[in-house]
Structure formats: C-alpha cells, structure tokens
C-alpha cells in the first residue's frame, strides 16, 4: 500500500512539475468601469498660484485620466508620477519610493480626486493632499482608492517639440518636451550631480542669447546616472518640464533621454532603440492564441488543442527609415516543441501573411531602411508547444 501511495505522489509531482514548466502566467488586463469628467488643464485652472504655497479643493466625484510620462527607474523621479492628456500634464504626489513598473511610462490611469487637493511647491502645480500647511502624498497603502490603471501599457505620449526659450511657459509644466538644438553650458567638464548634492546646470537653446540661466537640467545625486559626465555638442533632451519659483527646470528619467551624438555620456540617436511595445498595434493572421501578461510584460502562444496550430503575430509598421544597420534582438526568449521563425516585410497590405510575402530573418542582421517595416513572429506547434518574448529591441 505505501509504495502505492508512494508512486501516486510522485506521479501527482511530477504532473505539477510539468504544469508549471509551462505555465504563462497571464494576468486579466486592468480596466476601469468609469471615465474622465474633468480635463487636466480644467483642474490645474482650480489652482492659482500666489507668492507663498497654497492649495484649493477639488469638487467631489471629480475623475481626471491621462498617461503616465515619469519613471523612478533610475532614481531621479522621487514620490511623484506625472500623467498628461492632451490638454495638459499634473505631478501626483504618491508616499511610495519604488513606482516603477506599477506606474511604467505609458501606461493609462484614471484618479478619483476625492478628497485631495490641487496645489503648489514653489509654483509647481501637484495633485495630493494639504498637511501641515505643505503638499503631501497619497499614502502608498491608499493608492488603489484614488489611482487605477486601465489597459496594458502602451507608448509614451508625443512630447512637445521646444526650439527656443520663448517658448517655454507655464502650460507646459508637468508635461513631457523635447528640447530641440540645446547644450549644456557645462558639456564636458562636469558631471550631472555635483558629490552628495541635488544639483542644477543650464541648458542653452543653439544661437540664442547666454541669458536663459532660468533653464535647467534638475537631478537628483540619488539617480543612477549622477556621477556621469555631462555630454558635449549640440542634441536633443526630452524630460519633465517643472518650475521652481522663476526657473524652469527639466527632469530627464534616464540618460536615455539626453541624445546628443556617441560616446559623450547621454544616450545617442544611433544607439537609441526604436521602441516597438509588444501590447499595441500588433495583429494576429491564422491561428488564433496570442496573448500578452501585463505581469510578465510578455507576448506566448501555447496550443492547448489536438491539432497543430500556425499563428502570425505581425507588428504595427516600424519607421527605420532614418537609420542604418538596424538589428533585431529578442529579449528572453522562451520556446518549447515548438517551430518558430522571424519574419519581415516592407510591403504589408494587412492581409498577406503567406511566408512568400516576408523574408525570414535571424536576430542580430541587419534590417531593411524604410519607413513601413514590419515584424512577424511564426508559431507552428502541436498540443503543448509554447513560445514565449519577453521584449524585443530594435537597435
């Protein structure tokens, strides 16, 4: 009888054990039964801002909506997400230290105003509450009562294109820009944070005057960057536009954002990869199966049938027209008793998916240069083959 029971339970582990080998984890997408009844400019219009801190109330059942733009990845945006729409962009003030990837960049949420309060620190506008004569955070146990996510995360909103300092107002506060043609003033020579301390440098707008002091690069010496050397040239930085009394300064996420050329310590426009999320815009031909876990930030197939199963799953159109020697790389890639190729095309019509139409490609060469490239992944598999990408980059 106990060898009996002993083979049972082996066999009920060994049955497990094989369950969870494939298993894909998959998670039900957020939703959010409601919408937005107030626009972010009409609540930051609540507000007006004076010569000292101050704070107005927010009607009751007000729901505002927007996309998150901010990231504490890398330690230089603390206790806050910013979201906007396309009105304008709002910094939530959350007590929690570790956001990121609950709240990613790109991702929808809806904030039920509530009880908080619309405010400022120092002429910047914040969603939180008013304590102690002071702006304060949601509290980290209290976030799911105010803020909720809706959808898989997609891509970050357009930033707003700043050529000149003219430009620059208070409506962009809050909101993600692109500065055009800029330089550090410091390019070179010193570091993003000076030792231990919070610390400001001034962009300088090509061509223009030396008098733009009152823009700066803000960064906190908690970023993982803060000890880099600041790049030299002319480039582009995207960032978080916010004020502090009369200046205006720009929080960038990652050195990502600093695309100033090779090898001058910010992210380049060569090496920059082409964001394409593996949540938006993709299109299924044959075979259905195709699912995407917000947990695992992943794209799998498994064939759970008797019969064998082939499935595309073909990417929106992807512009590498402005590049040379793009390659493909697949992030963590999983794959089991499965077929499976990678394709491209650049000649998608939305309807051929016959491998005739595509040629098949192997990570790491180079793809075509052109403005409408398409990616497909090809599943052929029988009962319990899976195939499972965690992320692709283009590069």
């Known amino acids: 009888m106990n060898k009996i029971q002993l083979l049972a339970i082996s066999l009920v582990i060994l049955i497990a054990g094989a369950s969870c080998e494939r298993e894909l984890d998959e998670a039900p997408v957020l939703t959010y039964d409601g919408e937005a009844n107030m626009t972010i400019a009409e609540l930051c219009d609540l507000h007006s801002v004076g010569s000292v801190d101050s704070y107005t109330e927010i009607p009751a059942g007000t729901v505002i909506s927007g996309t998150v733009t901010s990231s504490d990845k890398d330690g230089n945006c603390y206790k806050y997400i910013t979201i906007q729409d396309e009105t304008g962009g709002i910094m939530i003030k959350i007590d929690d230290s570790s956001l990121d990837p609950k709240y990613s960049i790109g991702q929808r949420v809806y904030v039920e105003c509530g009880d908080m309060v619309i405010g400022d620190?120092?002429?910047?506008?914040q969603l939180g509450f008013w304590v102690d004569g002071a702006m304060a955070g949601i509290a980290s146990s209290q976030e799911d009562l105010y803020i909720f996510r809706d959808g898989v995360?997609?891509?970050?909103?357009?930033?707003?294109?700043?050529t000149s300092r003219g430009e620059i107002d208070g409506s962009l506060c809050n909101r993600l820009v692109k500065l055009q043609n800029v330089h550090f003033e410091d390019g070179g020579q010193a570091p993003y944070c000076d030792p231990g301390a919070n610390t400001s440098r001034n962009i300088k707008f090509e061509g223009e005057s030396d008098n733009n002091s009152n823009l700066v690069l803000r960064t906190s010496s908690y970023a993982t960057f803060a000890n880099e050397i600041l790049p030299e040239g002319n480039g582009d930085i995207y960032g978080i536009l916010t004020i502090y009394n009369n200046t205006y300064q720009l929080i960038i996420r990652s050195l990502a954002d600093v695309r100033m050329g090779a090898g001058t310590g910010g992210g380049s426009t060569e090496?920059?990869?082409i964001q394409v999320p593996l949540s938006q815009?993709?299109?299924t031909q044959g075979d259905a199966g195709w699912q995407y876990s917000a947990v695992r930030q992943s794209i799998a197939i498994q064939n759970s049938g008797a019969n064998m199963i082939d499935s595309w799953y073909i990417?929106?159109?992807i512009n590498t027209s402005e590049f040379e020697n793009a390659v493909l790389t697949l992030v963590e890639n999983r794959v089991g008793d499965a077929q499976f190729d990678i394709y491209y095309t650049t000649n998608f019509t939305g309807n051929n998916f016959n491998s005739n139409d595509w040629t098949i490609y192997t990570p790491g060469n180079v793809l075509p240069s052109h403005n409408n490239?398409?990616?497909?992944f090809r599943f052929r598999g029988n009962n319990g083959a899976f195939w499972e990408i965690s992320n692709?980059?283009?590069q």
């Open 121 to 125: 620190y120092r002429k910047n506008k």
């Open 153 to 162: 995360c997609g891509e970050e909103p357009e930033a707003v294109v700043v």
């Open 271 to 273: 090496n920059e990869p």
């Open 281 to 283: 815009g993709w299109t």
């Open 315 to 317: 990417s929106p159109a």
């Open 373 to 376: 490239l398409r990616i497909a």
């Open 392 to 394: 692709i980059k283009i």
